[in-house]
């Protein structure tokens, strides 16, 4: 078990994060909500720290454990999020995916809170504050082993769940708009004949749709001109996510070629059959394709291999690398582009 101090302190700034947005919510002032953001996400900054220091050992919060001068501690780089995430992995705590999205949202709407100047709206507010719950909740009642209710003010517990059932009724309230209004949800043929559901690349939702020419959000209110719009503005990879995840899926099922993607390296494209052309399901980018002259299966990669004819007179082709590498007919293989 934790030792308690530490751990009040931590529930001291969620207490705290709780009282911000309430007082966003009574004086209408969404300012608050910012307040009330960025200590929800000191609050999981904490947690995790402590968690490291009591489940591992507490030099494991700096970052460069070599160069610390034992007297000058409080001067020491502390780990960032991802160093926290994989060095409580080092000593045996894993924590959920699931959770670990839900802190790193948290993490980029504080940065972005921090570096630009952003206006939340009620709905947006309650959604990062609650999925903050859902992540503290977790830490504490799961990996601590402490019960939340044993930290908070009966009255804080109520309005916790008030915000908790704030972002439900917006959830529910999108809902009902998109069927009064019969538009439907905004999908994208990822696969041949297979529509997926696109999230919002702001906030995570799937309440997007298509409407009077636009995509329009019906959680944050964001707007986007078309998809590619949407997929430029996919910062926090709301939308990659859940692309990678439909290939993954068919990543070993054979019936896809997939090979690297030139544009941004991931190895998420793969050649659409009925299009004849590649398509990148991380940043959506097609590429033409170009069938490999000695064996005419599609490529990506094209290489230029050089051989003699049956004249002796030099000749090169495009070929895949499958052809580049095992082939012995080419004297001389180069890469094209
Ligand atoms: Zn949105
Ligand atoms: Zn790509
Ligand atoms: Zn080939």
Redesign the pocket.
């Known amino acids: 078990m934790l030792r308690l101090d530490l751990l009040e302190n931590a529930m001291d700034s969620f207490d705290e994060s709780i009282a911000y947005f309430i007082r966003a919510e009574d004086k209408g002032e969404s300012r608050y909500y910012k307040f009330s953001i960025l200590l929800i996400a000191h609050t999981t900054e904490l947690m995790l720290k402590e968690i490291l220091k009591e489940k591992g050992h507490y030099l494991l919060i700096y970052t460069d454990i070599d160069k610390i001068n034992s007297n000058r501690l409080s001067y020491a780089h502390t780990v960032n999020l991802e160093q926290s995430l994989n060095r409580l992995n080092l000593v045996g705590i894993s924590i959920p995916e699931y959770i670990v999205k839900k802190i790193r949202n948290l993490y980029n709407e504080r940065n972005k809170i921090q570096h630009f100047e952003i206006k939340l709206s009620e709905g947006e507010a309650s959604k990062i504050v609650s999925e903050g719950i859902v992540a503290i909740k977790y830490l504490l009642e799961e990996v601590v082993g402490n019960n939340l209710n044993d930290y908070l003010e009966e009255d804080l517990i109520e309005e916790m769940n008030k915000i908790q059932s704030l972002f439900n009724s917006y959830i529910q309230a999108a809902k009902d708009k998109i069927s009064d209004k019969n538009s439907s949800l905004l999908t994208y043929e990822l696969f041949p004949n297979r529509m997926i559901k696109l999230p919002c690349p702001s906030c995570g939702e799937k309440y997007i749709v298509k409407e009077e020419g636009v995509i329009k959000c019906y959680i944050c209110s964001n707007e986007f001109l078309n998809i590619k719009d949407c997929i430029e503005n996919d910062a926090h990879c709301y939308i990659s996510d859940v692309c990678e995840r439909e290939l993954n899926r068919r990543r070993n099922s054979g019936k896809y070629l997939i090979d690297y993607c030139k544009s941004c390296s991931t190895d998420n494209c793969y050649y659409n059959e009925n299009k004849d052309s590649w398509f990148c399901v991380t940043c959506f980018y097609n590429y033409e394709n170009t069938a490999?002259?000695?064996?005419?299966?599609p490529?990506l990669y094209k290489q230029v291999g050089f051989y003699y004819d049956f004249y002796q007179d030099m000749e090169s082709e495009f070929?895949?690398s499958?052809?580049?590498n095992q082939?012995t007919k080419y004297f001389e293989i180069r890469d094209w582009e």
């Open positions: 490999c002259q000695n064996c005419g299966n490529t070929i895949c499958d052809c580049a082939s």
